[in-house]
């Protein structure tokens, strides 16, 4: 990996404050963080654990902001944070012993996968919001498939738990965002350990990109609690889908 240059470090600390708004919006931050990361000539693994490094300060801004308007009572979650950490150990232990050659060519087609169910899915109609699932049954099943994304690659993992929190447990869209944060959280948390212990992760990056992790999660939360979050769907996709034009280009040599 080469040495970055100062600018490098100010665009990816605003890469980290967009990022930041998203995530906290509904999930999905990771999709533009990532390519950025692969961009800037990070290697998909050490792109991956830096990732969880900044999303983890993200996390944590949001979540104290929610937990101090009362919005939000980790007490009734601990199983799905159990079955979470479960299946993100899981897909983190797998991502580490794949040839970087490989992933650098599959991760394009995970992102236009994840861009496209974000663009595609239905929206959850108010009929459709009721509980299918008992909590217990929902964090076995949800919580160890979407750990093991988690581990595995991350971004939009937050959108997929806001879906799924909406249409099983039957949460409406300001709730589920919410309470998605300590189960990305605790799936992001447990992969970074696992990362580290790889030696996966870029220490300063991480920092630059948490500094804009922190404004924007702050900036998303306020979206969030005063019902403005629909207004970043659209440049979201604009965004990601340029970056995920991006990483075929570069990951085919096109």
């Given at each position: 990996?080469?040495?970055?240059?100062?600018?490098?470090?100010?665009?990816?600390a605003f890469v980290g404050l967009i990022?930041?708004?998203?995530?906290?919006?509904?999930?999905?931050?990771?999709?533009?963080?990532?390519?950025?990361?692969?961009?800037?000539?990070?290697?998909?693994?050490?792109?991956?654990?830096?990732?969880?490094?900044?999303?983890?300060?993200?996390?944590?801004t949001a979540l104290w902001r929610f937990?101090?308007?009362?919005?939000?009572?980790?007490?009734?979650?601990?199983?799905?944070?159990?079955?979470?950490?479960?299946?993100?150990t899981l897909g983190t232990w797998l991502?580490?012993?794949?040839?970087?050659?490989?992933?650098?060519?599959?991760?394009?087609?995970?992102?236009?996968?994840?861009?496209?169910?974000?663009?595609?899915?239905?929206?959850?109609?108010?009929?459709?919001?009721?509980?299918?699932?008992?909590?217990?049954?929902?964090?076995?099943?949800?919580?160890?498939?979407?750990?093991?994304?988690?581990?595995?690659?991350?971004?939009?993992?937050?959108?997929?738990?806001?879906?799924?929190?909406?249409?099983?447990?039957?949460?409406?869209?300001?709730?589920?965002?919410?309470?998605?944060?300590?189960?990305?959280?605790?799936?992001?948390?447990?992969?970074?350990?696992?990362?580290?212990?790889?030696?996966?992760?870029?220490?300063?990056?991480?920092?630059?990109?948490?500094?804009?992790?922190?404004?924007?999660?702050?900036?998303?939360?306020?979206?969030?609690?005063?019902?403005?979050?629909?207004?970043?769907?659209?440049?979201?996709?604009?965004?990601?889908?340029?970056?995920?034009?991006?990483?075929?280009?570069?990951?085919?040599?096109?």
């Amino acid at each position: 990996m080469h040495e970055l240059s100062l600018m490098t470090f100010f665009i990816l600390a605003f890469v980290g404050l967009i990022a930041g708004i998203i995530d906290t919006v509904g999930g999905g931050g990771g999709l533009i963080t990532v390519p950025a990361l692969l961009a800037v000539g990070i290697p998909p693994a050490m792109t991956l654990g830096t990732n969880k490094f900044q999303g983890i300060v993200g996390e944590f801004t949001a979540l104290w902001r929610f937990r101090s308007r009362g919005r939000l009572q980790i007490s009734k979650m601990l199983c799905g944070l159990l079955y979470t950490a479960i299946g993100s150990t899981l897909g983190t232990w797998l991502v580490q012993i794949i040839d970087p050659d490989v992933l650098e060519k599959l991760i394009p087609f995970i992102m236009l996968i994840v861009l496209l169910y974000v663009i595609t899915s239905p929206k959850v109609r108010k009929q459709d919001v009721k509980q299918r699932l008992t909590r217990n049954t929902f964090y076995l099943c949800l919580g160890l498939a979407i750990g093991f994304y988690n581990g595995f690659f991350g971004p939009g993992t937050g959108s997929f738990w806001v879906a799924a929190l909406m249409f099983f447990l039957g949460l409406d869209i300001q709730q589920a965002s919410i309470e998605m944060k300590p189960l990305n959280l605790i799936g992001n948390v447990v992969s970074l350990v696992w990362f580290i212990l790889g030696g996966h992760v870029v220490y300063l990056v991480g920092v630059v990109m948490g500094f804009g992790q922190v404004v924007g999660a702050q900036i998303g939360a306020y979206f969030v609690l005063s019902g403005g979050a629909k207004l970043i769907r659209p440049v979201f996709i604009i965004i990601v889908s340029v970056l995920t034009v991006t990483l075929f280009l570069q990951g085919y040599k096109v």
